[in-house]
């Protein structure tokens, strides 16, 4: 099969053949049609994070697809059903996070593209037990980035606990900011987004943001606080340190800093303004299976939906540029064919 293929940190990716995996218990194969690419790919390639992911390394955990084959013992799943494999390839299932519901949280994990291989592929292997199934009415290309920019945003909102009426603002208008803005105004929430470039901001307005904020030209923290008394929650999707720094001096008393982008970098925190203003940080990783299924009702409901590109497969170096230089609206998705 055709695949993506990373065989060192910061060298361009080999779109070459190799072989095709085979199931085994407990999995499922995929033919991929379509895979978003997630900045997170990138931070792979590069081994950006402190855990480094398995190389060689197919990338990609926003893949999408249909059913193959299986194995014998999987028979919750039909061979032709269109399903997802996010970026939680699996969890342990026992452990107390598993038991809590936040499979997220469970040490054990395996993550798609990662540390077992992904999307950027024409086959991929997923355990059956956490592939999600796509709503019968949405798309696969459209629906490809619900799997990790769709649920990780959901997810983060969540958890800022921001009620509707309140004002959150979303820092970073890529593939994860443009469906945050979505997400939120879905919650009934007033929305506030910050990124840099008349495109971005134009997105971010048509996708319903109430405010937009140009980060080069203006002082988000400053102008959060002047104009809006500083807001109830931030997710703060952006991939540079700065931008953390100024989501932290947005919030208002009492509001949370939720951490969703991973720039390889120390945010020190001010104990002092943390304590007195009641100030939470929090980070939040993808979702939960349950999370995914909500995610992609609120598309098939035609609440949310991915602005996307199509590329073909091969041209996934291109793309990984034009991410490193924050030149892409919405989502870039890969496809196979
Ligand atoms: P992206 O490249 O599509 O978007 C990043 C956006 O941040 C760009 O629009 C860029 O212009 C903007 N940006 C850069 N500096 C900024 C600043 N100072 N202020 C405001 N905006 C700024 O990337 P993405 O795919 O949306 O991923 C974003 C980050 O989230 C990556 O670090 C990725 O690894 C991480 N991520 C985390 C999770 C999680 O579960 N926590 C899941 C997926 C991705
Ligand atoms: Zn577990
Ligand atoms: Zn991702």
């Not at 499922?28 to 992911?53: F, Q, R, S, Y």
């Amino acid at each position: 099969m055709k695949a993506a293929v990373a065989h060192e940190f910061k060298a361009p990716l080999c779109v070459e053949t190799v072989a095709q995996p085979n199931v085994k218990p407990g999995t499922v194969l995929v033919k991929i049609a379509a895979c978003g690419v997630c900045h997170t790919d990138l931070h792979a390639c590069h081994g950006d994070w402190p855990v480094k992911p398995k190389m060689p390394l197919i990338p990609g955990h926003e893949g999408v697809g249909t059913i193959v084959s299986k194995a014998d013992n999987v028979v919750h799943l039909s061979i032709g059903d269109k399903v997802g494999i996010p970026w939680l390839h699996s969890a342990c299932g026992h452990c107390e996070h598993c038991l809590q519901g936040d499979e997220n949280l469970c040490p054990s994990q395996q993550n798609s593209g990662y540390s077992v291989d992904g999307g950027y592929a024409e086959y991929c292997l997923a355990d059956a037990n956490y592939v999600v199934k796509i709503p019968d009415n949405l798309g696969f290309v459209e629906t490809a980035p619900l799997f990790c920019a769709g649920v990780t945003t959901y997810k983060a909102l969540k958890v800022s606990e921001a009620k509707p009426g309140q004002w959150v603002s979303i820092v970073g208008v890529g593939g994860l900011g443009h469906l945050a803005i979505q997400y939120a105004k879905a919650m009934g929430l007033n929305v506030i987004a910050v990124d840099s470039g008349d495109s971005k901001l134009a997105l971010a307005k048509e996708l319903g943001a109430d405010h937009c904020i140009d980060y080069q030209t203006l002082d988000p923290a400053q102008h959060i606080q002047s104009q809006f008394g500083g807001v109830q929650a931030v997710i703060c999707t952006a991939t540079s340190k700065a931008a953390f720094d100024s989501a932290y001096q947005s919030v208002k008393r009492g509001g949370k800093c939720v951490l969703v982008g991973l720039p390889n970098d120390a945010l020190p925190i001010p104990i002092f303004d943390t304590v007195l203003k009641g100030i939470s940080v929090i980070g939040s990783i993808v979702g939960t299976r349950q999370d995914l299924i909500e995610c992609l009702e609120f598309a098939a409901a035609g609440k949310v939906r991915a602005i996307v590109t199509t590329q073909p497969l091969a041209n996934i170096n291109q793309v990984f540029a034009q991410m490193q230089d924050n030149d892409i609206q919405g989502r870039i998705v890969l496809t196979m064919d």
